[in-house]
């Protein structure tokens, strides 16, 4: 791989194992990680568990159809996203978890359409049913903290975990990509509720943390196709032999 395509490749890579987004979240809120998952109630888990899969199911076909990339006239798509998500997460975050419950499949289908237009930056095809599946395993791709085993929750053993379920992209094994997804995006979910249950000024608690999320997952999607996009340029083996040597480059500065 010619040298810009590897730095194209090394910031994909640190994006995609280093970024925290529950770091993120703790830090703007104040409060450690654990603490936050503390303020949350009990029967939290279930109905977030719930609403994610509905949120995921209902947000991939609004926003692929709504053409991801497509913004107002004299607005950026990206400066439209950051507004629309602002608004709905401070209009969620006002009501408490109820409110951000409903307001849940909004703020997703917003991220799904970012994801979707950094696809299409990327030279996919946002209307090709693969695409949307490309879009959805970004939701999956946490970023880590360098205490993480790569093993377990690296970006490639991440895809290959998700590529079980898409063998064909067959109608019938979409519930079952979307509950792996949703298994994955809960968490953060749930860290974005006990982030916004912080003590700090009420809706605006909920703009700032769909903000952090808008930036996060676009930071992810932006790397992720771009490892799709040096996989074809250059074949998928070579990227991921290149990927691999850039990780164990980067462990072994970090000691």
């Known amino acids: 791989m010619p040298a810009e395509a590897e ?13 925290s987004l529950a770091a993120r979240l703790a830090g703007m809120a104040g409060t450690p990680i654990e603490a936050l998952r503390r303020r949350l109630p009990g029967v939290a888990q279930g109905m977030v568990d719930s609403a ?15 053409e991801p990339a497509r913004s107002l ?14 608004a709905s997460g401070a209009a969620g975050g006002a009501f408490g978890l109820a409110g951000t419950l409903v307001e849940l499949p909004v703020s997703t289908t917003l991220l799904l359409r970012q994801i979707g237009a950094e696809a299409a930056a990327a ?31 690296g970006y490639f053993a991440t895809r290959l975990a998700l590529a079980q379920f898409l063998p064909t992209m067959g109608a019938n094994l979409l519930p079952g990509f979307i509950a792996a997804i949703a298994a994955r995006f809960t968490g953060p979910v749930l860290l974005k509720l006990g982030a916004q249950a912080a003590p700090v000024i009420g809706a605006a608690a909920g703009a700032a943390v769909n903000l952090a999320f808008l930036e996060h997952f ?20 070579a990227v991921r032999a290149a990927y691999e040597v850039l990780d164990a480059r980067a462990r072994h500065q970090r000691g």
């Open 7 to 19: 730095a194209q490749l090394a910031e994909a890579r640190r994006v995609l194992e280093e970024s």
């Open 52 to 66: 994610v899969k509905t949120a995921l199911a209902k947000a991939l076909s609004a926003a692929m159809r709504s």
């Open 73 to 86: 006239p004299g607005v950026s798509s990206d400066w439209l996203h950051r507004g629309l998500a602002a």
């Open 123 to 153: 030279g996919e095809d946002p209307t090709r049913p693969e695409t949307g599946a490309e879009c959805l395993k970004v939701f999956a791709l946490s970023g880590n903290t360098p205490a993480d085993d790569a093993t377990e929750t």
């Open 218 to 237: 676009r930071s992810l999607a932006r790397a992720h196709f771009c490892v799709r996009r040096l996989e074809r340029d250059y074949g998928a083996d």
